[in-house]
């Protein structure tokens, strides 16, 4: 069917059922839209089902994203602490608010608010996971003392999220090179990494300082940008930078 709003591809995933994507076979479907009015700005949302986890997984859309290319993308990745309670342990918070802030401000955009609390180890062991960084251990120690590795986030149903949505190419607002380079491996053409770097405080620098340290994220608290590759565009004046 011919997609020209938002609105159809709820009815042309009534029976979506795929093979799915990646190892874990992730599949959804969109299950309804509406508007969403929020202090950043006029968005529209959509609510996808997946066959993984059943877990409700959200896109927060600005603009007409439908057959775009280059559309200015963040996938975050749920932290009820960060998000709703404002714990400055982590700095997930300040990089939604400032993204939707962002997005509120251009013409097109799109936010991927995923359900995987904790890096995907859920909010109970992330509680756990707290509680021996309180007793010294770092992010990653504490993640791999529980038994996990250090992230068990699983950017396929992103992917396919993207897809669902006929966006044709993303320019990702991310520090994490995991997250570029799982989204590429599902498909998904990834334009640009736009930096997304947030000030530290004086609770949460030392856990920035292991996401750059141990997990590889590209995070420069001087400013400078890190390019994922030497052919990837350079930032200039005037483009999405933080």
């Given at each position: 069917?011919?997609?020209?709003?938002?609105?159809?591809?709820?009815?042309?995933?009534?029976?979506?059922?795929?093979?799915?994507?990646?190892?874990?076979?992730?599949?959804?479907?969109?299950?309804?839209?509406?508007?969403?009015?929020?202090?950043?700005?006029?968005?529209?949302?959509?609510?996808?089902?997946?066959?993984?986890?059943?877990?409700?997984?959200?896109?927060?859309?600005?603009?007409?994203?439908?057959?775009?290319?280059?559309?200015?993308?963040?996938?975050?990745?749920?932290?009820?602490?960060?998000?709703?309670?404002?714990?400055?342990?982590?700095?997930?918070?300040?990089?939604?608010?400032?993204?939707?802030?962002?997005m509120g401000a251009l013409e097109q955009g799109l936010v991927l608010y995923l359900r995987q609390e904790g890096r995907g180890i859920g909010l109970i062991n992330k509680v756990r996971a707290y509680a021996l960084q309180d007793q010294g251990l770092d992010t990653v120690e504490a993640n791999v003392a529980l038994g996990f590795r250090d992230d068990e986030r699983d950017y396929a149903i992103a992917a396919h999220m993207i897809m669902s949505l006929n966006v044709k190419s993303i320019e990702l607002m991310t520090n994490n090179p995991r997250k570029v380079e799982q989204l590429t491996q599902h498909g998904v053409r990834v334009a640009r990494r736009v930096p997304h770097l947030i000030p530290p405080n004086v609770h949460n620098r030392f856990y920035l300082e292991t996401k750059r340290d141990r997990s590889g994220h590209y995070i420069d608290f001087s400013g400078k940008p890190h390019l994922m590759e030497q052919s990837d565009p350079v930032l200039v004046d005037g483009m999405i930078e933080s």
């Open positions: 069917m011919e997609i020209k709003q938002l609105e159809d591809l709820a009815v042309r995933d009534k029976d979506h059922d795929c093979d799915g994507i990646g190892p874990s076979k992730a599949c959804v479907r969109v299950e309804a839209v509406a508007d969403l009015p929020t202090r950043f700005g006029n968005f529209r949302i959509v609510a996808f089902w997946n066959n993984r986890d059943a877990k409700e997984h959200v896109a927060i859309v600005r603009g007409n994203i439908l057959d775009a290319e280059n559309v200015p993308t963040r996938v975050h990745s749920e932290c009820l602490t960060g998000d709703a309670i404002g714990s400055l342990r982590c700095d997930c918070r300040d990089q939604l608010e400032v993204a939707l802030e962002r």
